[in-house]
């Protein structure tokens, strides 16, 4: 579909609720709590607060990863926070993050709490409380961090530009859609050039870096978002592709994907996970109905 009317912005904007799209009810022009709502806290030191958004999921990832490796203090309890219903301007969330934003973490392992907002900021905090994933210094270190914060900066534009406009806005348009998907198709051929030559994104180790692009790229280049595997022709992109399935069969990827899960198969759904024990003993007072995505939203 082509634009068929041409919009003339009025000279100051002015706060329209019902124009917002599908989640037009978490958006807003203002920040702050609306309604007042203590968090849960739960018996480990790491307190996660989320959902399982690709930006969630990069932290459940890295929790479990760490796990994997015998961390043992990095057990933690993984709350839901149904930004769909508004739990993330609650005044205890906007406590831990005053953006309103999932994943927020609360370490309390210390004499007094540590307050962890954004997904990067998160892996980041982890990865040197823990000492793994991140290398320690020098050429391997920054080419880590670039690549987390590519990731960081490049994401907008496939959730809420590609996604919002292919998926989620109330019409479709050429314009955006075509403007974004280009965009998205520059950035998969950067990563796939990279793994052309490279075993993970920043180098031979598995690091932060592979767990921040995988659940939005890796998942893309599965098909498993916006229903736009074809649409981009995902498949094209060979590497890429060698990448997402060698993560993707990873054991801690499998199950931080599932943790505040609230979409698709209800059995790879684990709505909150407070041992390790959860992922075995799933009770169908967790197996909800599926909900959709909101992708682009978190």
């Known amino acids: 579909m082509t634009d068929s009317t041409e919009y003339s912005p009025p000279k100051v904007w002015t706060w329209d609720k019902e124009s917002g799209g599908r989640f037009a009810n978490?958006?807003?022009?203002?920040?702050?709590?609306?309604?007042?709502?203590e968090l849960p806290v739960g018996r480990h030191p790491l307190q996660l607060y989320s959902l399982a958004t690709p930006n969630g999921v990069k932290v459940t990832i890295m929790l479990e990863e760490l796990l994997e490796l015998g961390?043992?203090?990095?057990?933690?309890?993984a709350?839901?926070?149904?930004?769909?219903?508004?739990?993330?301007?609650?005044?205890?969330?906007?406590?831990?993050?005053?953006?309103?934003?999932?994943?927020?973490?609360?370490?309390?392992?210390?004499?007094e709490p540590v307050r962890v907002f954004e997904s990067g900021a998160i892996l980041v905090y982890l990865a040197e409380k823990f000492g793994a994933f991140l290398p320690a210094?020098?050429?391997?270190?920054?080419?880590?961090?670039?690549?987390?914060?590519?990731?960081?900066?490049s994401a907008p534009f496939l959730g809420g530009g590609f996604g919002h406009f292919y998926?989620?806005?109330?019409?479709?348009?050429?314009?955006?859609?075509?403007?974004?998907?280009?965009?998205?198709?520059?950035?998969?051929?950067v990563l796939d050039r990279r793994l052309a030559t490279a075993e993970y994104i920043a180098g031979p180790d598995y690091t932060i870096a592979d767990m921040a692009i995988w659940p939005w790229y890796g998942v893309l280049a599965k098909g498993d978002?916006?229903?736009?595997?074809?649409?981009?022709?995902?498949?094209?992109?060979?590497?890429?592709?060698?990448?997402?399935?060698?993560l993707g069969a990873?054991?801690?990827?499998?199950?931080?994907?599932?943790?505040?899960?609230?979409?698709?198969d209800p059995a790879s759904q684990?709505?909150?996970?407070?041992?390790?024990?959860?992922?075995?003993?799933m009770t169908q007072d967790k197996l909800q109905p599926a909900q959709e995505e909101p992708v682009g939203a978190a």
């Open 26 to 37: 978490i958006n807003r022009p203002i920040a702050g709590p609306t309604h007042d709502k």
């Open 71 to 77: 961390h043992e203090a990095a057990e933690y309890d």
């Open 79 to 111: 709350w839901l926070i149904r930004i769909n219903e508004g739990d993330q301007f609650s005044s205890g969330f906007v406590e831990v993050n005053p953006n309103s934003k999932i994943p927020a973490l609360m370490d309390r392992s210390g004499s």
């Open 137 to 153: 210094a020098g050429a391997a270190r920054a080419e880590c961090l670039s690549w987390l914060f590519w990731q960081m900066g």
């Open 167 to 189: 998926a989620y806005a109330p019409a479709k348009f050429e314009y955006p859609i075509n403007r974004y998907a280009m965009e998205v198709k520059r950035q998969l051929d």
């Open 225 to 246: 978002i916006y229903e736009a595997g074809e649409f981009l022709q995902v498949q094209e992109y060979k590497n890429l592709q060698r990448w997402t399935q060698t």
């Open 250 to 264: 990873r054991p801690a990827v499998k199950r931080g994907r599932m943790v505040n899960r609230v979409m698709g």
């Open 270 to 281: 684990l709505h909150e996970r407070h041992e390790a024990s959860d992922f075995e003993t």
